[in-house]
T-cell receptor, first 113, second 117 residues
Framework: NAGVTQTPKFQVLKTGQSMTLQCAQD?????MSWYRQDPGMGLRLIHY???????DQGEVPNGYNVSRSTTEDFPLRLLSAAPSQTSVYFC????????????FGPGTRLTVT | AQTVTQSQPEMSVQEAETVTLSCTYD???????LFWYKQPPSRQMILVIR??????QNATENRFSVNFQKAAKSFSLKISDSQLGDAAMYFC??????????????FGQGTRLTINP
């Protein structure tokens, strides 16, 4: 039981490049979310999904795209990377709306030069 | 919108002593959940303790306990008998109990805790 996995662990991009951060879970959780962590600001919600085929925007969605075609996977796409997107990205899952705990992946550190 | 504030960017404590981390929040909702997460240098987010707003009793998990003051919108974390492994960044977080907000955690800025041997 791997829990929540994220790939890659580290990535360096040039401004304007695109890439996809991968998130996968094997716990059959309904909810999946993406957060970014910046120094002095805690974690902020980018996008979330309440189930396959359903996604919605969080607090800081600009510059990011998501889709959820399966329960297990929730990729985050950077369409045209900018230095302001340099951050640590976390994927999180939650079993259902009544669940207390969100389970976090190990994070991806992204640097945009 | 809800906000969470941690006013102590850094704290330090001697090993075996007790330390309290502060957290205040702002919300107009009456039912919600509060959490403390620990983030060690490995970057992994680890749930330390949670509190349901409808419960008056303060939550306790071994050496970790909270002081939940609903009227004051305060949620502090007390770590007793501090150990070297407690050194980490600690985040306070809020989550609505409403269905439409149930998957969104609102985090504070974090408090970096150092344990001095």
């Amino acid at each position: 039981n791997a829990g929540v996995t994220q790939t890659p662990k580290f990535q360096v991009l040039k401004t304007g490049q695109s890439m996809t951060l991968q998130c996968a879970q094997d716990m059959n959780h309904e909810y999946m979310s993406w957060y970014r962590q910046d120094p002095g600001m805690g974690l902020r919600l980018i996008h979330y999904s309440v189930g396959a085929g359903i996604t919605d925007q969080g607090e800081v969605p600009n510059g990011y795209n998501v889709s959820r075609s399966t329960t297990e996977d929730f990729p985050l796409r950077l369409l045209s990377a900018a230095p302001s997107q340099t951050s640590v990205y976390f994927c999180a899952t939650q079993r259902e709306v009544g669940s207390y705990e969100q389970y976090f992946g190990p994070g991806t550190r992204l640097t945009v030069t | 919108a809800q906000t969470v504030t941690q006013s102590q960017p850094e704290m330090s404590v001697q090993e075996a002593e007790t330390v309290t981390l502060s957290c205040t929040y702002d919300t107009s909702e009456s039912d919600y959940y509060l959490f403390w997460y620990k983030q060690p240098p490995s970057r992994q987010m680890i749930l330390v303790i949670r509190q349901e707003a409808y419960k008056q009793q303060n939550a306790t998990e071994n050496r970790f306990s909270v002081n939940f003051q609903k009227a004051a919108k305060s949620f502090s974390l007390k770590i007793s008998d501090s150990q070297l492994g407690d050194a980490a960044m600690y985040f306070c977080a809020y989550r609505s109990a409403l269905i439409q907000g149930a998957q969104k955690l609102v985090f504070g800025q974090g408090t970096r805790l150092t344990i001095n041997p």
